[in-house]
């Protein structure tokens, strides 16, 4: 059983580069930017079928915030402030195989990991305006606009809801039982840092009579 966090992930890679681009200061008009999150975290069970071929179960969660903010002055010299928010959880279930290179991994073990399976990702977009004259028309047509973005959106996850994880990975034991893991390919994050832990006797690598599967 393995538990872990990944970093970057595409969704932290999006808020610092959104951070950089449209972050404005001027005399009428400023911008802002912010992103956060929590992810992702990783659970994963691996039951060795023998030999160097593992066969498991990989789930993994993660959730963001991305905040934009404006402000300026309209055509009628009212001071505006618009605050938009779109937030993103996303949790997958996969069914992953493991392929481990070293015949007798007593101090280290290198593997291959490749898995598919299913995303349930959500999202949803909110922008409030915030001013002197605020008309309650625009909200509402804005609120409609966004209804309608979060909703296709939405759609387009539930059409497609497919989540791969492709990553090559290296144990290193504390002892015979527990020990700590990295990763790096594509699982949510591209590197992934956590910790092991082995249950039962002996099967697979390690035991006393070894074979491919």
Same mark, same amino acid.
């Given at each position: 059983?393995?538990?872990?966090?990944?970093?970057?992930?595409?969704?932290? /890679?999006?808020?610092?580069?959104?951070?950089?681009?449209?972050? %404005?200061?001027?005399?009428?008009?400023?911008?802002?930017?912010?992103?956060?999150?929590?992810?992702?975290?990783?659970? $994963?069970?691996?039951?060795?079928?023998?030999?160097?071929?593992?066969?498991?179960?990989?789930?993994?969660?993660?959730?963001?915030?991305?905040?934009?903010?404006?402000?300026?002055?309209?055509?009628?010299?009212?001071?505006? %402030?618009?605050?938009?928010?779109?937030?993103?959880?996303?949790?997958?279930?996969?069914? $992953?195989?493991?392929?481990?290179?070293?015949?007798?991994?007593? $101090?280290?073990?290198?593997?291959?990991?490749?898995?598919?399976?299913y995303a349930h990702t959500r999202v949803k977009l909110e922008e409030v305006l915030i001013g002197d004259n605020v008309d309650p028309v625009d909200?509402?047509?804005i609120d409609a606009t966004n209804k309608e973005f979060t909703d296709f959106l939405n759609g387009v996850f539930k059409t497609i809801p497919v989540?791969?994880?492709?990553?090559?990975?290296?144990?290193?034991?504390?002892?015979?039982? %527990?020990? /700590?893991?990295?990763?790096?390919?594509?699982?949510?994050?591209?590197?992934?840092?956590?910790?092991? /832990?082995?249950?039962?006797?002996?099967?697979?690598?390690?035991?006393?009579?070894?074979?491919?599967?």
């Open positions: 059983m393995q538990i872990g966090y990944g970093y970057p992930s595409a969704m932290q /890679m999006m808020g610092s580069f959104f951070k950089f681009a449209v972050t %404005t200061v001027g005399e009428d008009y400023s911008s802002s930017f912010s992103y956060k999150g929590f992810g992702p975290l990783h659970f $994963r069970y691996n039951y060795m079928l023998g030999g160097r071929v593992g066969l498991g179960l990989s789930a993994n969660y993660e959730m963001g915030d991305f905040k934009f903010s404006e402000s300026y002055t309209d055509v009628d010299n009212n001071n505006i %402030t618009s605050a938009s928010k779109f937030h993103v959880s996303s949790i997958n279930a996969l069914v $992953r195989c493991n392929i481990h290179f070293i015949k007798e991994p007593k $101090r280290v073990d290198i593997y291959y990991g490749v898995g598919v399976g909200q509402i047509q989540a791969i994880e492709s990553v090559f990975g290296i144990k290193a034991p504390f002892n015979q039982d %527990t020990g /700590m893991y990295f990763e790096v390919g594509y699982s949510k994050a591209f590197c992934q840092l956590g910790f092991y /832990m082995k249950m039962g006797g002996k099967k697979g690598y390690g035991r006393d009579h070894w074979q491919w599967f």
